[in-house]
């Protein structure tokens, strides 16, 4: 078999570091500034500073871009106070507290992480927010905004390759490396799933279960993974990863299953399909449209479906691209 998407490798290689990245922050989050400075003036919108929660003062002004406002936020504009008007406020719990009071009014930031952790200890995560936000966050210069699927997709569809070389080279206003020349390639591609990913409700890594190895079939060039997590675990885990979480039924017997489809020539994601499922032990069938999940960092399709134990279960995954004929990958399962 195949090794798995390169992707869920890199993520397991880099998440072990994310705890001394964190050790090394002692500046305020964004919420704690806001209470204790910003909202004097931005909770009821005195002197007309935008308001907390009032979309159309903040989706306007977000449009400049994160760097623009820390800017006018840390100089001062018109009756906005540099600073905020408070000494003490460091420049990154500025941006942390404007991308607050932005989220809190709608918008979708992801606060930046400051702070200048050694190159190899970065993961996805602190180079997307400490870099690649500042023009990805509100999409500066027509760069694709982060968590944004409409807008990553088609690019994503050029294969994750060509795109991590194209982000190397840089074009137009897209710095090459993304403006930081010492990542690596595996960096890159990091960086560039998580924008892609963000937002996406999060799976728990699914150990490989014995019962339920995780299949691999080749299909008209997609590699299709097959794979399974039982409820019950995925319950137990979820208490211990951060970020937005799937809605797991309650009740006995739900599997989450999913697949991770690849290009087989050039192993990029596919993340243009709308995938359909169909599990049928004989007499009863059940028929799910997956939905996209990210899972470490990586992409799949997945939804839950009832077992009941003992049964033999046939399982026909149709994938649907844009503009191509439907293809079809069967598996099996046996529930214990
Ligand atoms: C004394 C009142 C006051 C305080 C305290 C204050 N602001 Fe403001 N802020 C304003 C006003 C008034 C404006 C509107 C300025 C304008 O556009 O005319 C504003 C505007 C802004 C803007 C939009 C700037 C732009 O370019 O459109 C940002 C960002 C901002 N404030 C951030 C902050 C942050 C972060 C803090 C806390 C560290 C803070 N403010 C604290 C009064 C305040
Ligand atoms: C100074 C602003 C800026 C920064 C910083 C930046 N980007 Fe971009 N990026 C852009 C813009 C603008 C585009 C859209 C360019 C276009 O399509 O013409 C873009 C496009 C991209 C693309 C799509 C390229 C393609 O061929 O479709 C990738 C991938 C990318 N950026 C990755 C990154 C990564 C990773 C980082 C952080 C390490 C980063 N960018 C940091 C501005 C930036």
């Not at 403006?179 to 699914?206: E, N």
């Not at 991770?260 to 004989?282: C, E």
């Not at 069938?285 to 003992?310: D, E, H, I």
Request: hydrophobic fraction near 40%; include cysteine.
């Amino acid at each position: 078999m195949r090794a798995l998407l390169p992707a869920l490798v890199l993520f397991a290689l880099s998440a072990g570091f994310s705890g001394a990245a964190q050790a090394q922050r002692k500046d305020r989050q964004g919420k704690e500034v806001v209470d204790a400075v910003c909202g004097a003036c931005h909770a009821s919108g005195k002197d007309g500073a935008p308001r907390i929660g009032d979309a159309n003062a903040w989706s306007s002004r977000a449009s400049q871009g994160l760097t623009a406002l820390t800017d006018h936020a840390i100089n001062g504009i018109r009756k906005m106070p540099a600073h905020g008007g408070t000494a003490g406020v460091s420049d990154i719990e500025i941006e942390r507290a404007i991308t607050y009071m932005v989220n809190r009014s709608g918008g979708n930031w992801v606060e930046p992480l400051g702070g200048t952790a050694p190159v190899a200890a970065r993961t996805s995560e602190a180079i997307v927010k400490g870099q690649c936000a500042q023009c990805h966050q509100a999409g500066k210069d027509g760069a694709p905004r982060i968590g944004d699927r409409t807008a990553w997709t088609p690019r994503l569809a050029k294969g994750l390759d060509s795109l991590v070389a194209s982000a190397i080279h840089g074009h137009g206003p897209m710095p090459a490396r993304g403006g930081m020349p010492d990542l690596s390639d595996q960096q890159i591609r990091g960086a560039i799933l998580y924008m892609f990913s963000y937002g996406l409700p999060a799976i728990p890594p699914q150990p490989p279960v014995a019962a339920a190895d995780p299949h691999h079939k080749l299909v008209s060039g997609i590699d299709v993974y097959f794979g399974m997590m039982r409820a019950e675990a995925m319950r137990a885990a979820q208490g211990t990863t951060g970020g937005p979480k799937v809605d797991v039924p309650s009740g006995s017997g739900y599997y989450h299953l999913n697949v991770a489809l690849a290009d087989n020539k050039s192993q990029a994601p596919v993340t243009d399909a709308k995938v359909t499922m169909q599990v049928s032990d004989g007499m009863t069938v059940q028929s799910k449209t997956l939905n996209l999940v990210a899972a470490n960092n990586a992409v799949s399709y997945g939804n839950f479906f009832r077992f009941s134990s003992g049964s033999a279960y046939n399982i026909t995954t149709e994938i649907q691209r844009p503009g191509a004929s439907p293809v079809v990958a069967k598996f099996e399962f046996k529930a214990p």
